[in-house]
């Protein structure tokens, strides 16, 4: 069956919040069910621009809402680009970059894709590093004092040790999220500074998977208003490993 037609668009310089309200209901119930726009996330860039071009960003965002992972981000970062005087640009620049160009604007400029949703790649598994059986004598570990359980095979690493591999795995994992996450950001978020990773990264896998990207989101809805964006995410990253026992570091 085909889809109830969207609210109009009004006329007029400004957007009034309820006609904004009104067009995200629609989207939400006929477009993006499963990520719903929220009216507290985009109101604030959306109202910042003349009715025409907040209704352009939405029915742009409803056209290539398949290809969408994070619609609220994707509403806010092409408000802040109409804003700015620059053109709209989808999800996917591979796809766009197919069409024919359009005679309202011009064809966008070449984009890198959107990192993989971190969420869906926690559960992969870290290989552990099993050293080799010795093939001589000569070959055996020097002794540091401690010695392996009966039956254990030769040179096979001892719990600890597998322990030690295993959070190594998982924070180098974490940390290679991270740098394309940045990487991301600095190409497509309209930060005033560029992340150095070399000066951020280490402090966002010492505060956590879900907390490091809580702090990129964060910065990523406020990039018009962060001056110094690394200043920004060392200071998040310290706020949250002081707030309590499980936060603090050790």
């Not at 995200?24 to 109202?47: G, I």
Request: net charge positive.
């Amino acid at each position: 069956p085909a889809l109830p037609a969207p609210p109009a668009v009004p006329a007029g310089e400004g957007v009034s919040e309820e006609r904004l309200q009104k067009r995200l209901e629609w989207l939400n119930s006929n477009v993006c069910r499963d990520k719903p726009l929220e009216l507290a996330r985009v109101s604030p860039t959306l109202l910042q621009l003349p009715s025409a071009q907040a209704f352009e960003v939405l029915k742009f965002f409803e056209e290539n809402a398949q290809e969408v992972n994070d619609p609220n981000g994707y509403v806010i970062s092409n408000a802040r680009r109409v804003k700015s005087g620059r053109t709209l640009r989808p999800q996917n620049a591979s796809r766009e970059s197919s069409r024919a160009p359009s005679s309202r604007r011009e064809a966008p400029a070449a984009v890198m894709p959107a990192p993989p949703d971190p969420r869906r790649e926690r559960s992969r598994p870290t290989s552990v590093d099993v050293r080799p059986l010795p093939k001589s004598r000569s070959d055996l570990p020097k002794s540091t004092g401690s010695r392996q359980p009966i039956g254990a095979p030769i040179g096979a690493m001892s719990r600890p040790q597998q322990s030690e591999s295993k959070a190594k795995g998982r924070d180098d994992d974490l940390e290679g999220k991270i740098r394309r996450k940045i990487t991301w950001l600095n190409h497509n978020a309209g930060l005033q500074v560029t992340l150095d990773s070399s000066k951020v990264s280490r402090q966002l896998v010492n505060v956590g998977h879900d907390e490091a990207f809580e702090v990129l989101r964060r910065l990523q809805e406020s990039s018009d208003s962060v001056r110094d964006s690394n200043g920004y995410v060392i200071s998040a990253c310290r706020r949250v490993m002081d707030k309590g026992p499980q936060g603090r570091r050790r």
